[in-house]
Nanobody
Framework: QVQLVESGGGLVQAGGSLRLSCAASGRAFSGYPMGWFRQAPGKEREPVTAINWSGRSTYYADSVKGRFTISRDNTKNTVNLQMNSLNPEDTAVYYC????????????????????WGQGTQVTVTS
């Protein structure tokens, strides 16, 4: 089993920044792709960003490119999401996720590739 715990959400004004962190435990973290997804009220959960096991491959949704940065520290079993220039459309519950299969060369944007999920952290951006 894998346990994922997100932290760092909160309330911020438009244009501001937040940094989300996800701490993983329960299996070898370093070999698995990781991702951040978000779900706004009344909408489906969508991919925000993802990173492969080594950190050399990343994916960003078009809506966050240039504003969000994903990173991972395999020595600390953490994956982070730096969010800058936030806008009200970024308001959602953000979820950290761990992929089912290890390794692979690419970051994974498909939600079906992920088996393990954190409890989510709320991000609210006010205008």
């Amino acid at each position: 089993q894998v346990q994922l715990v997100e932290s760092g959400g909160g309330l911020v004004q438009a244009g501001g920044s937040l940094r989300l962190s996800c701490a993983a435990s329960g299996r070898a973290f370093s070999g698995y792709p990781m991702g951040w997804f978000r779900q706004a009220p009344g909408k489906e959960r969508e991919p925000v960003t993802a990173i492969n096991w080594s950190g050399r491959s990343t994916y960003y949704a078009d809506s966050v490119k240039g504003r969000f940065t994903i990173s991972r520290d395999n020595t600390k079993n953490t994956v982070n999401l730096q969010m800058n220039s936030l806008n009200p459309e970024d308001t959602a519950v953000y979820y950290c996720a761990a992929a089912r299969q290890p390794y692979g060369g690419s970051a994974l944007a498909n939600i079906d590739e992920y088996d393990y999920w954190g409890q989510g952290t709320q991000v609210t951006v006010t205008s």
